[in-house]
């Protein structure tokens, strides 16, 4: 084995012995060796903080989506001002947020029974008119009077009936 050429790509002195060259390549292979198994290391440990930073976002859209319900039930917001009632509450935090979005400002939709099957809940509405025809009839027998009943039923539907209507057939 011709040491002079492997001395200068492992940086040892030109008069280095052969034994000693054999020292530095192993050293090398051995370096190489853990340098794989750190990649593999590194490669798991990514993949699982990547899963851990999917599980945190996916439970902070929970979050937010039951922060925002629970809202609406509390008569502070209505349905389209999900956006804006979270913002405002990270941006001010929960006290200053309730003092702009008092609870019961807004009629909340009265509680509605759930039917222990669904075909004791009767036939589902065949279009989104129909959904705010039951759901205006349904708001007036909890007592609502007529507007109270229509707000509730129109903040009930309006993303249904919006949908229905840009996606209605084009005559």
Do not use: C
């Not at 292979?29 to 340098?35: H, R, V």
């Not at 198994?37 to 699982?48: G, H, Q, Y």
């Not at 996916?58 to 319900?69: D, F, I, N, W």
């Not at 939709?109 to 009839?137: I, L, Y």
Request: hydrophobic share 45%.
């Amino acid at each position: 084995m011709d040491i002079k050429l492997l001395s200068s790509a492992l940086a040892l002195s030109e008069d280095v012995t052969e034994a000693q060259a054999l020292v530095a390549i192993q050293a090398l292979a051995e370096k190489a060796a853990l340098s794989d198994a750190l990649a593999a290391n590194l490669d798991r440990v990514t993949s699982e903080r990547d899963a851990q930073v999917a599980k945190v976002a996916a439970m902070s859209e929970r979050q937010k989506a039951l922060t925002v319900q629970q809202a609406v039930h509390d008569g502070r917001i209505g349905l389209s001002q999900g956006a804006d009632y979270w913002d405002t509450l990270t941006a001010l935090g929960e006290d200053r947020a309730h003092r702009i979005f008092p609870a019961g400002t807004i009629a909340s939709a009265p509680a509605v029974s759930t039917a222990a099957s669904p075909a004791d809940m009767g036939d589902e509405p065949a279009t989104a008119d129909d959904a705010f025809e039951r759901a205006f009839s349904d708001a007036k027998k909890a007592g609502a009077d007529d507007r109270t009943a229509y707000t509730l039923a129109d903040e009930a539907t309006r993303s249904l009936r919006a949908n229905s209507y840009i996606n209605a057939p084009k005559a």
